[in-house]
């Protein structure tokens, strides 16, 4: 992982997030209250226009900036809950050394332990938590893999399954809970978003 | 879409800077990080109020700054959780050393983002919050009710015993009986359209309503044909006082709600309507609260919140306040 990586993975969740709004944002409007997909895109703009303020910068610089900037940059809870994952990574040990693949993996677990603490919410409660831990969950058996990109093809599949398993689920964080049954039938906004970043990500590195 | 607008980017921009001029002799407005605050510094050793929220829901929480009420508040973008870099600013600008009181309405978004910025702030705090919609059930499944109008009560309520000297654990302690006292329940009759998403955030028919809708335009408990407004209010005051339960000797502040495209005409009617069903049911109506506090753009529809009160609650509701969108007694 490098502040370069960072930059060109934003760039294309970025476009993947662009290409998939309209069906976000009806999501949303049918359990949430339409505005997660505005905060992601104002997010990923953020971050892609600090393109000439970081990429000179050491990772863990260049992690804060981001961070500080998702936070104060987005608001709701994707703000919160994004800035916290990018923070956390910030803080990783011995990030001005090499950050390989087991390293960058360690650093995105601790981003999304961070992210469930700070949410309080746990796989079941249909919100991108039921996306990302199981996510980090598999990362965390590939991390010291040398074959890893076998393993990322299985991250895109859980990704995936967790993303549809939240159709039916009963909606016990977030906005959604407040609708009880009546959640029940649409998929999470959040875990699609979170589904899609991790799509992103995960091709580029098999394709690369 | 057709709205006062003239590009989405400024849009909260321009009109808090409007509203900073509009109410200059009551209000600043701070932009980047963006937070209201009175323009006579907060006298020391007074306990601080800051309340928050996403915008949409004006005059609700910058109309409320000002003696009596809030020391800040920090809008967020329109139904989004503010910052916690706004928190932050907000408290360091106001804090007179007595401590800041964060009065939070609850959802997920702005939970989040006030325990970060309570973390990020080196001084004093504790925080408050709110849950008065009964249309949500209040169980171990959810991440419960609600924080709707009854948050008007609770700044209006908590800014008096400030202004008076209470400290923060007493600000704090009030502000919970108020809002346990309190129960609310809103029917729309159309939805809102939030400026960057351009359409309305959901569909409804000319003949329905969606009775429990949440301040954002989230669905409620059931979507129905309108009926008459007797018949509306007496089907919310049923839900609140199945919660709030009040006995026939306790006073009470009745509190109708506008959400921003309903007159005045039909709230003093919401009014009349629910008069006379709680005196029918023996239940006393001492203190009232007609108007738009707590909106949701231009959502046609209106919320009723019953706060039962004590000799503290009262004294405090009727102190004097000065805010741009609550003013009496000064």
Redesign the interface.
Known sequence: MSVSFLISQAKSVQKVIDENSAEIEVLDQKIGDGDHIFNIQRGLKLVVELEDSIKDLPLAKALNMIAMKVLSGIGGSSGALFGTFFMTMAKSPDLDKDVDFNKACEMIISGIKAMKERGKADVGEKTMMDVLIPVSEKLNELKNESEFKSGLNEVIKIAEERMLSTKDMLATKGRASFLGERAKGHIDPGARSSQLIIDTICKSVINN | MKKFINNNDDFLKESLTGFGKAHSDIINVNLD?SFVSRKNKTKDGKVSLISGG?SGHEPMHGGFVGHGMLDAACP???????????MQAAAEHVDSGAGVLFIVKN???DI??F??GAEMYSGKNDSIVTNDDV???DST???GR?GVAATVLVEKIVGSLAEHGGSLEECKKLGEKVNKNAGTMGVAFTSCT?P??GKP??DIGDDEMEFGV?I????GRKREKIQASKTIVGNILEAILDNLKPEKNEKNLLFVNGMGGTPLTELYLVYEDACQILQSKGIQVTKSLVGNYCTSLEMQGASITLLKCDDEILKHWDSPVHTAAMRWGM
């Open positions: 990080p996403g967020g973008f329109v139904f989004s959780a503010p910052t916690p870099d706004q959802y997920s978004g989040m983002n325990q970060m249309a949500v059930e499944f959810t991440t609600r939030v960057a998403a955030t959901f949440g954002h335009g989230e669905p």
